[in-house]
């Protein structure tokens, strides 16, 4: 079993557009949205939820009002700002600020801060017309997407084990952050979507230099590669240069844009178009 993820180094660049394509072509795979942060595989897939969890991690913390004595104690040793009177003078704890090291609750003498564990994210398995699915949604503002990564990675390779899939695809996050490295690590191979632009080719290079600190096999896609010639031909130098496989360039095509908004993917939208046919290089070449 093959474990395959996408990246792009930065959002935009057509990674998942590309991954929902591939799924019309990888057989017995499971697929596993690593983007907990902003999942939208799902949107092309359609999955059809079969398992639900909780993913509880970190705390929500609470002052009751009716207990604290205002002594300060707690917004001094809290390192995140957290902590302050509100409009009518409770002291109270910003959500989006605390981190939920629970030092707080530790130093207050009242005994008035209480924690309780988050449950604000979600997992779940999922049936659909490619197989079987693994993703995950995040609260607004919620933390340690790379746990969440990390747990949805397991729980794809227990379904892909107990399935015997060759494969699991799995749709990587945007940046180098936590949730990336997450998704990184254990890969066979990386594959990584690269766009003509400034920011794109910087981005992507700034990646590849990360994926290559675990000596894991990189694979390069240049998408949309007609927008910006010049920008591609420096891609492709460099990609010869550092001896990284370029499995296609796939041209840019409108077809993306009208495939998703029927919530299908460039090749099953039009098996026969520029943009198609590129894709299923993309397969050909990385098998
Ligand atoms: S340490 Fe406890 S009593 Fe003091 S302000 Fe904070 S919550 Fe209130
Ligand atoms: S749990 Fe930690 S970060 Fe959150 S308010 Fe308390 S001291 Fe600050």
């Known amino acids: 079993m093959k474990e395959i993820t996408v990246l792009s180094g930065k959002g935009g660049t057509g990674k998942t557009s590309i991954t929902a394509a591939l799924a019309s072509l990888f057989e017995k795979t ?32 609470h002052i009751d009002a009716s207990v604290c004595k205002k002594c300060g104690i707690c917004q001094t040793y ?42 604000n994210n979600r997992w779940f398995i999922s049936s659909t017309r490619f197989g079987s699915m693994v993703h995950a949604e995040m609260g607004v503002g919620e933390e340690n997407s790379g746990k969440l990564v990390s747990l949805i990675r397991q ?30 690590t254990g890969s066979d191979a990386v594959v990584v979507v690269i766009e003509p632009s400034v920011s794109g080719w910087h981005d992507a290079q700034r990646l590849m230099e990360l994926v290559e600190q675990w000596g894991i096999p990189i694979y390069a896609v240049i998408n949309k590669y007609d927008l910006h010639r010049p920008m591609t031909e420096k891609i492709v130098s460099y990609l ?8 296609a360039k796939v041209p ?36």
């Not at 999955?47 to 705390?59: A, R, S």
């Not at 003498?109 to 449950?119: D, F, G, L, R, W």
């Open 240 to 247: 010869e240069h550092h001896h990284i496989p370029l499995l």
């Open 155 to 184: 729980k794809s390779r227990e379904l892909a084990k107990e399935k015997g899939a060759h494969y699991i695809l799995n749709d990587g996050p945007p940046g180098i952050g936590c949730a990336t490295v997450a998704s990184i």
């Open 30 to 61: 499971v697929f596993c949205d690593n983007d907990v942060d902003a999942a939208d595989l799902h949107l092309i897939f359609k999955p059809e939820v079969v398992e639900n969890h909780d993913f509880e991690y970190g705390w929500d913390m």
């Open 252 to 287: 840019w095509s409108k077809d993306f844009v009208t495939s998703m908004e029927q919530q299908q993917n460039i090749i099953e939208y039009d098996p026969t178009s520029e943009a198609a046919k590129a894709v299923k290089k993309v397969w050909t070449e990385l098998k």
């Open 78 to 119: 809290c390192r995140f700002d957290a902590i302050g009177l509100d409009d009518q003078g409770v002291m109270d704890i910003n959500g989006f600020r605390c981190e939920g090291c629970r030092l707080c609750e530790k130093v207050c003498p009242a005994k008035a801060i209480s924690a309780t564990p988050n449950c």
